[in-house]
Every structure is written in structure tokens, then in C-alpha cells.
């Protein structure tokens, strides 16, 4: 046999061994993807019945209309915040400007308590006590009054005792008021300073 030949066959040995290792290589790749198939046809979920479908969809139902009660209660509750804060806010609107006001109304008190007898003063006076009465026609037309203290029972809701006093008469009483209280409403804009018996 010449070399030639030897060569051939060893070449054609080679070809038929690449030959039967790609036989089989194509084999095992098909066996598995045949197993994986297997698996996927054996690993996919049954079809749901009827009436497991309307128990989902009836559960379904059931969640979305639990959110929406919850949001429209939580609306509900949200609006009737803003319409009793509007309220609020509309009922007690003047107290700012009450409060502005209340240092002008001190000082006109102080200038009717001021004595004269003066012809000049005494007109003067007449005419600082038509303002005092108008300013306060005009506060009680926005539900703004005077707080009534003198002989009345202490009531720290209403009154700010800055001084107590020894009485022979009933204690906590309002003895003496050093600058008046107003209220707005049923709100108090500012109490009372006042002298208490003890």
C-alpha cells in the first residue's frame, strides 16, 4: 500500500468519524429539545373552569368596589372638612379687624372717663362720646360685645385677674374691671382684665 493510499484511508477514517459525531450530536440536540417540549406541555396550567373564572372575576368586582367606597368615603370626608372650615372661616371673619379696632375703642373710653367742666370740653366730650357710641352700634351689628365683668363671678373663660383683693363680700367675684373684654359670637377676642375678691 503506497503512502497515497494510506493517506486516503486515513482521511476517509477521519470523515466518517466527524460523519457519526455529528449524527449523534444532532440526535441528543433533538431528544432534548423534544424533553423540553415535554416539560413545557407538562409544566402549562389546566384551563380555569367556568365558574372558577366567575369566582375570580366576581372577587375582582368585589376589590374594585372596595376602593371605590373607600375613595368616595374618603371625598365625602374631604369635602365636609372644607365646608366646615369655610364655615368657621366665614363666621369668625371680623375677628381680625375687631381686634384692629378694640385699641381705638380703649382710648375713646379713656377719654370719656376724663372730667371737665370746661364749655369747650364739655362739647368735646359730647362729641368723642357720639363717636364711642357708633363705633360700638357698629361692632355689636357684627355680633361684637362687651364682655359684662364688674360684680360678676370670676369666670377664666371670660376674665384675666391680674389682682386679687381681701373682701368681706363673696370671693371671686369681679371687684373692679381695668380694661374691657369683647367677644365675637361665642368666641372670646379678648378677655377681661379685672380685680378679683379673694
Do not use: C
Not at 78 to 90: H, M
Amino acid at each position: 500500500m503506497t503512502n497515497e493510499e494510506e493517506k486516503e484511508k486515513v482521511d476517509q477514517a477521519a470523515e466518517n468519524a466527524a460523519a457519526e459525531k455529528e449524527r449523534e450530536e444532532t440526535s441528543n440536540t433533538a431528544e432534548t429539545i423534544e424533553q423540553e417540549e415535554d416539560v413545557l406541555y407538562d409544566s402549562e396550567t389546566p384551563e380555569p373552569s367556568p365558574e372558577e373564572e366567575i369566582s375570580a372575576l366576581k372577587e375582582q368586582v368585589e376589590q374594585s368596589e372596595n376602593k371605590y367606597l373607600k375613595l368616595y368615603a374618603e371625598f365625602e370626608n374631604f369635602k365636609r372638612r372644607n365646608r366646615q372650615e369655610a364655615e368657621l372661616n366665614n363666621k369668625y371673619k371680623d375677628q381680625k379687624f375687631a381686634e384692629d379696632l378694640l385699641p381705638v375703642l380703649d382710648n375713646l373710653q379713656r377719654a370719656l372717663a376724663i372730667e371737665g367742666s370746661d364749655e369747650s370740653f364739655v362739647s368735646l366730650h359730647k362729641g368723642v362720646e357720639m363717636v364711642h357710641n357708633n363705633l360700638v352700634e357698629t361692632l355689636e351689628k357684627h355680633d361684637i360685645k362687651a364682655i359684662d365683668a364688674l360684680n360678676q363671678p370670676f369666670d377664666p373663660n371670660f376674665h384675666q385677674a391680674v389682682m386679687t383683693e381681701a373682701s368681706d363680700e363673696k370671693s371671686d367675684i369681679v371687684i373692679e374691671e381695668f380694661q374691657k373684654g369683647y367677644i365675637l359670637k361665642d368666641r372670646v377676642i379678648r378677655p377681661s382684665m379685672v380685680k378679683v375678691s379673694e
